[in-house]
Every structure is written in structure tokens, then in C-alpha cells.
Nanobody, 124 residues
């Protein structure tokens, strides 16, 4: 069964850090671009960051540039999202998704597989 599983979410104070992981099972991520998306209550799902299948190209939403870093370890079949200097407005359910493509996209409909999401709450 093809599956993506996110982990690493939780409750953190403003200014804190979290590292999210997205692990694949049942398939290899080598040929997939990976995107991280988030959805806050009452809001549409938005693209946060994405990384090409090789890891050579990354993109970030303006709201997270300079604070979030996406990376991948194909040997571990896992993609990471390091989130620093977290703000209350970063609170959302974070999802990873896989697109059988070299280049990554910020468009949710481009992606073939989705994880179940992990909650990130930034609050004092």
C-alpha cells in the first residue's frame, strides 16, 4: 500500500522550532517531487514549500522564506521540513504530498499521494 506518513507536529511557543518528517512506504520517493502544504481552520490549503525529486531545487511561500527549510534523504525515503522562528499564524495541519515529476509545484491538484497530516500549534 502506497502511503505517506507525517510526524513531528506538536505545540510550540512563538519563536520555537519543529522538524516535520514525511516518510513514504510502499514506494520510493526518488522520482517524486515533494510538497508541504498546510491548512488552518476556515482557510484553504496553501503550499508552504516543495523540493524537486533530486533535491536540487526548492521553493518556499513568501510567508515562510528564511524560516523554513525543506530537505530530503532519499536513502531514508523521507523528506523533512525544518521550521524555525515559528509564529502563531503558522498554526495549521501540515500535509506532505508526492508528485511523480522532477519539478515541484505549489498547486495541490498536481500531487498524486497525500499524507494524513500533522497538527502544528504555535501558542504561548
Amino acid at each position: 500500500q502506497l502511503q505517506l506518513v507525517e510526524s513531528g507536529g506538536g505545540l510550540v511557543q512563538p519563536g520555537g522550532s519543529l522538524r516535520l518528517s514525511c516518510a513514504a512506504s510502499g514506494f520510493t520517493l526518488d522520482y517524486y517531487a515533494i510538497g508541504w502544504f498546510r491548512q488552518a481552520p476556515g482557510k484553504e490549503r496553501e503550499g508552504v514549500s516543495c523540493i524537486s525529486s533530486s533535491g536540487g531545487s526548492t521553493n518556499y511561500a513568501d510567508s515562510v522564506k528564511g524560516r523554513f527549510t525543506i530537505s530530503r534523504d532519499n536513502a531514508k525515503n523521507t523528506v523533512y521540513l525544518q521550521m524555525n522562528s515559528l509564529k502563531p499564524e503558522d498554526t495549521a495541519v501540515y500535509y506532505c504530498a508526492a508528485d511523480l515529476n522532477y519539478h515541484c509545484s505549489a498547486l495541490p491538484y498536481e500531487y498524486d499521494y497525500w499524507g494524513q497530516g500533522t497538527q502544528v500549534t504555535v501558542s504561548s
